[in-house]
C-alpha cells in the first residue's frame, strides 16, 4: 500500500492536534483545579438562559449567587423571583410570590434542577468528567450519572475565579447557559448567608 506525502502529512497533523488538545483540556482542567484549592467562598452575579427544545422557547434569568462549600446561595429575581439554598445535604426553593417553599435531599440527580451548583463542585473535575477541549472551552462528560447531564461546557476565566461561563446540555438537548459576571472571591461570607428562617406564613414543604 501506498502513501502520499500529503496523507502522511496530514494524519500526523491529526494526532499532533489530538495529543495538543489532550494536553490543553489537562492543562485547564489543572488550572481550575489549582485556583479551587485556594477559594473559601465565592458571590457575583449570573444571567441564566434556559433552552426547552420541545417548546422551543428560551427564558432568561437573572440574579445574584454565593458559594461557601458546601453551601450556596442562588438569588433569581423578576417575575420568576425565587432563591435556592443548598447545603450540601439538602435543597429548598423558597418562592416569595407563591409564599412557600420546597425542601428536598439534595444529590447528584438534583443538578438538572439546579445545573448552577455545579459551580461548587468544579474542584475534582478530572475526578467527575472525562475531559477534552472544545474550541477555547472545556468539554466535560459525567463519568457517573448527574442527573440527565449529558455534558457540560466551561468557558476559562482569568483572574482569581478561573470560570467566565458554562453550558449544560442535557439528554433531549436542552440547554443552559450561565454567564458569570462581576465574581470575587474570599470576601468572608458569614454563615446566616445560607440560613433559610422561613417568613410568616409561608409553607414549607417536604418532598
Not at 495538543?20 to 489549582?34: L, S, V
Not at 470576601?187 to 409561608?202: A, M, Q, Y
Request: charged residues 30%.
Amino acid at each position: 500500500m501506498k502513501y502520499s506525502i500529503s496523507s502522511v502529512l496530514f494524519s500526523a497533523f491529526l494526532l499532533f492536534s489530538a495529543v495538543f488538545c489532550f494536553a490543553g483540556a489537562e492543562d485547564e482542567a489543572a488550572r481550575i483545579q489549582k485556583a479551587y484549592e485556594k477559594i473559601k467562598d465565592i458571590k457575583g452575579i449570573f444571567v441564566q438562559k434556559s433552552y426547552v427544545r420541545d417548546l422551543k422557547r428560551t427564558d432568561t434569568y437573572q440574579g445574584q449567587f454565593f458559594i461557601k462549600p458546601p453551601k450556596m446561595k442562588w438569588e433569581y429575581r423578576g417575575e420568576k423571583a425565587q432563591t435556592v439554598f443548598i447545603t450540601g445535604e439538602e435543597i429548598l426553593i423558597y418562592q416569595k410570590k407563591e409564599n412557600q417553599a420546597f425542601q428536598s435531599r439534595f444529590d447528584r440527580s438534583i443538578y438538572g434542577q439546579a445545573p448552577i451548583a455545579l459551580l461548587g463542585g468544579f474542584g475534582d473535575i478530572r475526578k467527575e468528567f472525562e475531559v477534552t477541549m472544545k474550541g477555547d472551552r472545556l468539554h466535560l462528560k459525567p463519568k457517573k450519572s448527574m442527573g440527565n447531564i449529558a455534558y457540560i461546557e466551561i468557558t476559562p476565566a482569568e483572574g482569581d475565579f478561573p470560570i467566565g461561563a458554562l453550558t449544560i446540555v442535557d439528554s433531549l438537548s436542552n440547554r443552559i447557559d450561565v454567564q458569570l459576571k462581576d465574581v470575587v472571591v474570599n470576601t468572608g461570607l458569614k454563615d446566616r448567608i445560607f440560613e433559610f428562617t422561613p417568613p410568616e406564613g409561608v409553607t414549607v414543604l417536604r418532598q
